[in-house]
């Protein structure tokens, strides 16, 4: 009975693609914690900037800065994408695609000139097997990015916007809103809109209007803000979607154990089944040889 | 008495967070030290050295732009990054200054860029020949 062999092969395989799931999950859950770590790290700055934007706003200043500009005619617009680098993260991935060529579909009909830069070797290759050009490619990011090459990329997008090379930019990425919940997104990031009060309700409390005495000038601190609060929003689209990346592996990996497991016990019982009846199948054939014996 | 409290936070992590007697801050126009009970403040930082003194030690730190905030005796300082100025060695500084005169000044704004990073290197340098 070869069947009985080969199903004992399979349950072993299984096995063996159960310990890896396993272990992968634990990875993604060890890592996840980390990118978790970085990015409320990351909160202490947002917030601090947000406190200081509040705070110009009440000392009556006009919010004026090239990059705040909103354009009447969007002619050439950049599209930022952000990808895993690695597979198995479930439907991570092509959430983010599928919303990213909505845009760009909505973009084109508007007859807008669109470039593409697609972080993460997932995207990179998508797009390939689409034939869709892709002007900028980055795969240096992983589930730690730093800071410094975002900002890299900030300042050479602040410059093009500024010197209206580009119109807009749209970044596709995964936001992070809770651990059961993150979903693909697409924002427009330039023409910056200052960051909303995140948590009115705490201002309301201490509504001590503060007089601060700038140096040199409120227009000049507004001029590192806004560039800076931009640098960081992009910052903080890269920590979302390294964190959400790593969730959606976590559950991908986790429901991929869970149905090895299931397949496991499925081919158990059929090999235990096929062995209980070729043993019965011996048997019976004993029992005829011995009463074929004894006649 | 409330004391002077220092927090330095850059876009990664909150690096420094601690109480200190007296703080110099590198505003973008020259040194500006801060004592206890300060008037509320918001001012942009330039390249150069951030001060925190505690008792008799002082620790000294590079900081790269930003802004600085005071506010009820805390002093937060925004930046992108934060080294202390013993790991900046003069090779580095020399490095960064060659670094700096070889990008091109073309358009507007490379020559901003330009004047920036060689602020950069020339505030480093002030910084290793201490």
């Known amino acids: ?295 | 008495m409330s004391q002077l409290q220092c927090v330095v936070v850059t876009p990664e992590r909150t690096e420094i967070d601690q109480v200190a007697e007296a703080i110099t801050v590198p505003l973008f126009d020259g040194q500006m030290g801060i004592l206890r009970g300060h008037s509320p403040l918001v001012g942009r930082l330039g390249f150069g050295v951030l001060k925190i003194r505690k008792s008799d030690s002082t620790t000294s730190y590079f900081i790269e732009g930003g802004l600085v905030q005071v506010q009820s005796d805390v002093v937060s300082v925004l930046t992108d990054r934060v080294t202390p100025t013993q790991a900046i060695s003069r090779a580095d500084a020399e490095q960064a200054m060659a670094d700096a005169r070889q990008l091109p000044a073309e358009s507007p704004e490379q020559r901003a860029a330009k004047e920036k990073a060689i602020a950069r290197a020339r505030a480093m340098l002030r910084v290793a020949s201490q």
């Open chain 1, 1 to 295: 009975m070869a069947n009985i062999r080969e199903l004992d092969k399979r349950r072993k395989s299984i096995r063996n693609i159960r310990k890896i799931t396993r272990t992968m999950e634990l990875i993604a859950t060890a890592r996840f914690k980390k990118a978790m770590d970085r990015a409320a790290a990351a909160n202490d700055y947002t917030m601090r900037m947000a406190q200081i934007v509040r705070d110009l706003a009440n000392a009556g200043l006009e919010t004026s800065h090239p990059l705040l500009e909103k354009r009447p005619e969007v002619r050439s617009a950049t599209m930022l994408m952000l990808t895993s680098n690695r597979g198995l993260c479930g439907g991570y991935n092509s959430a983010v695609i599928r919303a990213a060529m909505q845009r760009r579909d909505q973009l084109r009909s508007q007859s807008a000139e669109l470039d593409l830069e697609i972080s993460g070797k997932r995207g990179i290759s998508a797009m390939k097997f689409r034939s869709i050009p892709i002007d900028r490619t980055y795969t240096q990011f992983e589930d730690e990015p730093a800071f410094e090459e975002v900002a890299e990329i900030a300042d050479r997008l602040m410059e093009e916007f500024i010197s209206r090379r580009i119109d807009r930019l749209d970044i596709a990425y995964t936001r992070f809103i809770s651990i059961s919940k993150q979903e693909a997104v697409v924002e427009t990031l330039l023409p910056f809109s200052q960051p909303e009060e995140e948590q009115p309700h705490q201002d309301e409390q201490k509504q001590l209007v503060v007089n601060y005495e700038f140096l040199p000038s409120a227009e000049s601190i507004l001029e590192e803000v806004v560039p800076a609060s931009f640098r960081v929003k992009l910052f903080k689209c890269f920590l979302d979607a390294a964190v959400s990346e790593q969730i959606a592996r976590m559950i991908a990996m986790k429901s991929a154990t869970e149905n090895a497991g299931e397949i496991i016990k499925q081919l158990s019982m059929t090999y235990n089944r096929a062995r209980q009846s070729k043993i019965t199948g011996e048997i019976m054939e004993i029992i005829g040889g011995v009463e074929a014996l004894n006649k």
